[in-house]
Every structure is written in C-alpha cells, then in structure tokens.
C-alpha cells in the first residue's frame, strides 16, 4: 500500500508522452511471462527493448541490462508479440519481415513503434501519472480468443490495411481480407490502471483495468479496484505483407497466419516487461516534453540508431525461421 498513498498525495499534473522507436532485439521461441523457464516456448514472438532478455527474467531488469535497441538508451523494458508468417497456397510457411514505422528515424532494423501516452496525440493532460515499479508486467489480449464478437470487445487490439505507412483508419478486429498495398499494422494498447498493490498478477492481467478507448482517444477514469494511473502503453508493428501480394490465394482467403495458428488474428496479444533505469520514466512523466522533444537530455538520454541496431541477444532456441517452412514453428 505503500505505492498506493505516496500516488494518491502527489496530484501535481503531469505532462509528458513517449513515442519512439526500438529495433528488433531477437525473434525466436521464448515467453518469459507466460511460459518461464520454457525452452522454447510454444511460438515465435519478436522482441524489442533491452538486452536482459531470457527465459527467466525477473527483478530489476533496468539494473540488469547492458544494452537496448530503443531510442531512449535507460529504457532496458521488453516489449513483445507473435510473429507473423505467410502461407503460401503449397503449405509451406515463410516469416512476414518487420518494417520501421515513417514516424521514426531511418535505418532502424525492423523493431515496433512505442508509446508511453497520458492522455492522447493533442494533449497531455492534467492528471498525475505514476511510473510503473521494478518487476512490473503485463500482457494484453488472449491467444485462445476464437470469434470475432470477442475479439471486438479487447479494445485497443486491432489491425489496419496500410495504403502507406502513415494510414492509421480504419482499425479492424481481425486481419485484412484483401491484398494491402502498404502492408499491415498490428495496434496493441495495453491498460494503464494499477490496483497500486501488485507487480503482476497470475493471469499477468487481472493487477490492471482496462479503461482505454479505440485509437489513442483519452482513456476512461480509473475504479476504485485499480485507482493508480499510469501510462498508456501502446505498440504499432508494421509488417512487410506487400512482398506476398503476387501470390494471394486464388480464392482470396486470407493467407496470412500468427505464429500460434491464428489466421483470423481473433487472439492477437502483446507482453510488456517494465525495466527503466532508476527513476528515468518517472522524471519523463514528470516532465512537459512531448515525442521526440523528450530526447537528448531533455529530460532522457537517447542514443543514434546505429547504437540501436548493435543490441541483440542471442537465441536460445536453435531453429530455421527464415526461409519457406514445412510448418510453423513449435506447432
């Protein structure tokens, strides 16, 4: 409870949002949150964010790491989603490649977009935003959702047939059923009130409510259950499908497939791992920056893409993921 009162007595405003660029640390089979200790884990993810990463993580992740792909270089958190493969008419399975988003810096390798807002894309807000804690995470969304009325009601979690790479509308439940010139965008908002009590929770989600509204509109106010605000995080994730375009299904059935089996992309889902250094999200929030006029000191550290891209880990699962594949891998 000790969180819980020193959030409820600071009610200063503040005024900061987040929105930068991390490259892609490694893709392969591992779930720290879900399936720890797992080697390897049921699917692919791609992982961005800091080098700490393995299959059994825990603690102060923002102490433990020596390197991050992300554009903020105190930010050591992991950010993650099932990968995206193609299926080729002949049964085989090829990996769907990750692009950078326009918004970003050129030269990042693949990676996703982050977003660490507090009320929207015009505005800060005049609530108090609190940090999220050393050991805090979450995840978002369920691979077991399988109809399209419940993947309608994970709000925040949807996919946008991309005419280029600023489209942002409209957002859909569930894949694309047509050839998308730009490519596909993945959207994941995750929930942003805390219960003030746990770092996480057996489902990795029941700690947090989900107050949040479709595309970045401000989110709802917290319950008295979870009353301790914090930032909304959001991922956007952008595919390469274009080079497939030439070979969609002659009966234009979808061909595109998450890595756990979805090829309607009811269960889409993301994980978040908090790993900032020290108080460095803290004094972000606290600060009246907005986007990239939170870099270079002001208040963070940030570093070039160059340094971004060097970070990797190395993968602890030995198997082919490029290429064209008999099966998904770990299906």
């Not at 010139?181 to 700690?207: A, E, R, Y």
């Not at 595309?215 to 917290?222: D, E, L, S, T, V």
Request: glycine share 8%; with cysteine; net charge neutral.
């Amino acid at each position: 409870m000790k969180w819980l009162s020193l959030t409820l007595a600071l009610i200063v405003p503040s005024e900061a949002a987040l929105r930068f660029g991390c490259s892609t640390l490694s893709i392969q089979r591992l779930d720290p949150l879900v399936q720890p200790n797992e080697i390897p884990s049921s699917h692919v993810h791609q992982i961005v964010g800091g080098n700490a990463f393995n299959a059994t993580m825990s603690g102060d992740i923002g102490e433990k790491g020596t390197c991050t792909t992300c554009t903020f270089s105190e930010d050591f958190s992991n950010y993650w989603t099932a990968a995206m493969f193609f299926k080729h008419s002949n049964g085989t399975y090829k990996r769907v490649p990750i692009m950078q988003n326009t918004a970003l810096p050129n030269g990042i390798n693949g990676g996703m977009t982050i977003y660490y807002t507090q009320q929207d894309f015009n505005s800060n807000g005049n609530q108090k935003i609190t940090s999220f804690k050393p050991g805090f995470r979450m995840t978002v969304g369920t691979p077991t959702t399988n109809n399209l009325n419940d993947a309608k009601k994970h709000v925040g979690l949807r996919f946008v047939c991309l005419n280029d790479k600023g489209t942002r509308f409209p957002e859909l439940p569930d894949f694309p059923t047509k050839a998308c010139k730009g490519g596909i965008m993945t959207v994941h908002h995750f929930p942003s009130c805390w219960d003030g009590k746990n770092l996480d929770s057996p489902d990795h989600q029941s700690h947090m409510y989900n107050t949040a509204k479709e595309a970045f509109q401000p989110a709802g106010p917290c319950p008295a259950s979870h009353p301790v605000r914090m930032p909304q995080v959001a991922y956007e994730t952008l595919w390469d499908t274009t080079q497939f375009n030439s070979i969609w299904p002659p009966d234009g059935s979808n061909p595109f497939i998450l890595s756990y089996g979805d090829n309607k992309g009811y269960g889409t889902h993301a994980d978040y791992v908090f790993g900032w250094k020290g108080d460095s999200l803290q004094r972000a929030m606290d600060s009246s920056c907005m986007f990239q006029a939170c870099e270079n000191g002001r208040p963070l550290k940030s570093q070039s893409v160059a340094e971004m891209n060097k970070c990797a880990v190395k993968s602890s699962v030995q198997e082919n993921l490029d290429g064209w594949l008999p099966r998904l891998p770990g299906m």
